[in-house]
Antibody, heavy 119, light 112 residues
Framework: QVQLQESGPGLVKPSETLSLTCSVS????????WGWIRQPPGKGLEWIGT???????IYNPSLTSRVTIWIDSSRTQFSLNLNSVTAADTAVYYC?????????????WGQGTLVTVSS | DIVLTQTPLSSPVTLGQPASISCRSS???????????LSWLQQRPGQPPRLLIY???NRFAWVPDRFSGSGAGTDFTLKISRVEAEDVGVYYC?????????FGGGTKVEIQ
């Protein structure tokens, strides 16, 4: 059974870069697509972007100018950078597996990590 | 972008009674491959979301049969036949037909 775990700083200053890593265990990172989703406190879910193990990425157009997702050389982690952050980027950030077959859904999620943007 | 609108925002339910959540899409979710990529997720308080139903009506591995999904095209429904205490939380629909992937705003199911 696949397990995902987010890690990274819980506090980021405005205008700086938010950096998170998702560690994957119990499944090969080559098996599917992987994604980042965020949830501002008390609000709904927003898809940030998705990556395939080959490195191909697709980003939410609302964030594409600020976001980068990549799979690192160990091939058991994938990471997120979001630059020029503001208070509006304060959210719980989740990593998840995106299964294209059979149904194009997020079937495994990390526990999430709260990132607060504040000086 | 495909906009998903969920109603109601909140659904107070008596234990053992049914609950129903609607998800309406701004455009058809039927993909060119013939599949309709509409899924439902449950988020219990303090927990990450977890997959409940995919492709309109297919229950995921852990899901009890009191949960059912239905619909077609642009209108979809999630039903809980008899609400149990563990069903309290927020339910989201999500479309995987095209990027950007989008979610409904969520419906809170609570016990009255």
């Amino acid at each position: 059974q696949v397990q995902l775990q987010e890690s990274g700083p819980g506090l980021v200053k405005p205008s700086e870069t938010l950096s998170l890593t998702c560690s994957v265990s119990g499944d090969s990172i080559r098996s599917e697509y992987w994604g980042w989703i965020r949830q501002p406190p008390g609000k709904g879910l927003e898809w940030i972007g998705t990556i395939y193990y080959s490195g191909n990425t697709i980003y939410n157009p609302s964030l594409t100018s600020r976001v980068t997702i990549w799979i690192d050389s160990s091939r058991t982690q994938f990471s997120l950078n979001l630059n020029s952050v503001t208070a509006a980027d304060t959210a719980v950030y989740y990593c998840a597996r995106y299964a294209v077959t059979p149904g194009r859904y997020f079937d495994s999620w990390g526990q999430g990590t709260l990132v607060t943007v504040s000086s | 972008d495909i906009v998903l609108t969920q109603t109601p925002l909140s659904s107070p339910v008596t234990l053992g009674q049914p609950a129903s959540i609607s998800c309406r899409s701004s455009q058809s979710l039927v993909h060119s491959d013939g599949n309709t990529y509409l899924s439902w997720l449950q988020q219990r308080p303090g927990q990450p979301p977890r997959l409940l139903i995919y492709k309109i009506s297919n229950r995921f591995a852990w899901v009890p049969d009191r949960f059912s999904g239905s619909g077609a095209g642009t209108d979809f429904t999630l039903k809980i036949s008899r609400v149990e205490a563990e069903d309290v939380g927020v339910y989201y629909c999500m479309q995987g037909k095209q990027f950007p992937l989008t979610f409904g705003g969520g419906t809170k199911v609570e016990i009255q």
